[in-house]
């Protein structure tokens, strides 16, 4: 996850997504391919849902 986040950015999982999605905005960065998972949604966490 590390090598397709970007400077400055909160880079998740869908399933941390999932969990606050109540509390807080995320944005889609896409699917990438995760050693030993295989491909998954991450996101950027944006901040407080207000």
């Known amino acids: 996850m590390e090598s397709s986040g970007s400077i400055g950015q909160i880079h998740v999982l869908n399933a ?11 944005e889609l960065n896409g699917d990438i391919e995760i050693k030993g998972k295989g491909l998954m949604k991450t996101y950027f ?3 407080l849902r207000y």
Do not use: A, E, V
Not at 16 to 26: C, E, P
């Open 45 to 47: 966490l944006k901040g």
């Open 16 to 26: 941390f997504k999932t969990r606050l999605q109540d509390s807080y905005n995320f």
